[in-house]
């Protein structure tokens, strides 16, 4: 009885540790949306953001910067509901928006701009 009793928890419980192992191993994913015509901020921020996800993970996290206008880049732009500039990380159904911070920093205080950047990603 009690070995019946054992199975079926172990049974119920399953799908949470499926969870628990898929969510560890999906990939942050960085993305920066941007407009054609950018300024020196604009240009600052995809800056900052790129060598500080070198620095930081190396190779480990996808950063992609696209043009928020661009017809072939629609899709994405839907998927995470952007309506504008934005710097956004993304795991699995999770999405942190940083864009506010990061154009308010990446000029003038790039290091703080690094700090949230590595929050965030370790958040996620």
Known sequence: MKRQI????????????HAYSQDK????EAYYFHNKTRCMTCNTVEKVTKE??????G????????VFEDKSNKDVV???QVEGQSLI?????KKTDITNYAFLNAVTRPEKLKEKIKETVDNL
Do not use: R
């Not at 500080?52 to 993970?57: G, I, K, N, T």
């Not at 190779?59 to 696209?66: G, R, T, Y």
């Open 6 to 17: 054992l199975v079926m928890v172990l049974l119920m419980l399953a799908p949470l540790f």
């Open 25 to 28: 191993d999906q990939k942050v």
């Open 52 to 57: 500080s996800l070198q620095e930081l993970y």
């Open 59 to 66: 190779d480990k996290i996808v950063f992609k910067s696209l």
């Open 78 to 80: 839907k998927k995470y």
């Open 89 to 93: 990380f993304v795991k699995g159904d």
